[in-house]
């Protein structure tokens, strides 16, 4: 089953041809871990190129980003990995498409709600120098609202959200 989900993820991948079916097959095989990490490969090096994001706008996810907000709901192994792609699309320049930065905390605040709290806010904390420092201001707004909307499901007195995938402390 492993050997058949690679080699169908690898032509796949090869290809770019992810329509509705091939999503659908992604989304089935990145249950592997093994899968998930090579599909997050894939993600690394398609998102590479400066002209990727110039066809997306504020409100449009590109499926790189679907599968990896996927993948760390499934794989908490995976998260550092997942943070690594986020921090370096942060810390790089998009003077000619805006929405990107904002776009990379919304999956930041996904990580962090998976349960990835304290190396994302330490690898932050670390890299905030190198960073527009209403960027920092707008994660904690992110994180906040959507803890806020979590309230319903939180655990009586403790401030704690109780969902799939962990729990968080709510403010």
């Not at 095989?29 to 090096?45: F, H, M, N």
């Not at 370096?88 to 999956?107: E, I, K, N």
């Amino acid at each position: 089953m492993t050997d058949e989900a690679c080699h169908r993820m690898q032509s796949l991948l090869i290809t770019s041809s992810l329509d509705k079916a091939g999503f659908e097959t992604v989304l089935r095989d990145i249950e592997l871990p093994v899968v998930a990490y090579g599909v997050l490969r894939w993600v690394d090096l398609t998102i590479q190129p400066d002209d990727f994001f110039l066809s997306f706008t504020r409100h449009s996810l590109p499926v790189q980003f679907a599968v990896m907000d996927k993948i760390s709901e499934l794989h908490s192994d995976l998260h550092s990995v997942c943070l690594d792609i986020y921090m370096g699309l942060l810390l790089r320049s998009f003077d000619q498409h805006s929405a990107v930065h904002p776009f990379v905390l919304q999956r930041l605040v996904v990580l962090v709600c998976h349960g990835h709290v304290v190396p994302t806010l330490s690898r932050l904390a670390t890299q905030a120098k190198s960073m527009a420092p209403t960027l920092m201001g707008s994660f904690f707004n992110m994180v906040r609202n959507r803890q806020r909307n979590e309230q319903p499901n939180t655990i009586a007195g403790t401030g704690v959200c109780a969902r799939p995938g962990g729990l968080s402390k709510s403010t």
